[in-house]
Structure formats: C-alpha cells, structure tokens
C-alpha cells in the first residue's frame, strides 16, 4: 500500500505564488510518476503536471510557464511550485502516484486565490 501526505496550499492574493509539496510512503517501486492533480468546485479533476522518474515532465497548457514541478527521488518527495496564481487556480490540488497497474492519491490540500 501506498500512502501520500500533501502540504502548502492555503490562501494567496493573485499574482501570488505558492510551493506544495507531497511525500509518498509504503511499498513503492524505482519507476514511476508523481504529480499533481486539481478539482475546482463544479468541475471535473484535471492534471496539472506530472513528472516519471525516467522521462520528461508534462504541464496542463494552463499552467504552462507559470508552475513548475520537480521531485527528490531519495525522498519520494514530489513539489509544485505555482507561480503568477490567478483566480482561476482555486482547486483542491492532489498529489498521485501511479506505479505499474495503480494509482494512489493524496487527500488533497486547498488553494485559494483571491485578493
């Protein structure tokens, strides 16, 4: 089992930035992708980025240029860093795992953006 603990999200005015970061524990290989996922209210969950041990990292076209995601495999530790925040950014964010057949999630941590 798998189990993935979340951090940093709360409130900032737009324009503003904010680091998440995630920690996954438990049973987990060498080969797979962390990343980040959000839900606004109302909508579906979308990714945001995402980023395999062994290949390039992946961005939503809306973030593109304005988040960056990185991870500290000796930690099992993945990041977001959300810069240029805009309103539109409020979601739930969530942290995943994906490793052969399963995904895992985080319980998700909030991000608002408002002034």
């Known amino acids: 089992q798998v189990q993935l603990v979340e951090s940093g999200g709360g409130l900032v005015q737009p324009g503003g930035s904010l680091r998440l970061s995630c920690t996954a524990s438990?049973?987990?290989?060498?080969?797979?992708?962390m990343g980040w996922y959000r839900q606004a209210p109302g909508k579906q969950r979308e990714l945001v980025a995402t980023?395999?041990?062994?290949?390039?990292?992946n961005y939503a076209d809306s973030v593109k240029g304005r988040f960056t995601i990185s991870r500290d495999n000796a930690k099992n530790t993945v990041y977001l860093q959300m810069n240029s925040l805009k309103p539109e950014d409020t979601a739930v964010y969530y942290c995943?795992?994906?490793?052969?057949?399963?995904?895992?999630w985080g319980q998700g941590t909030q991000v608002t953006v408002s002034s």
């Open positions: 995943s795992l994906r490793q052969l057949t399963r995904q895992y």
């Open positions: 438990g049973r987990i290989f060498s080969i797979n992708t």
């Open positions: 980023m395999p041990t062994t290949a390039s990292t």
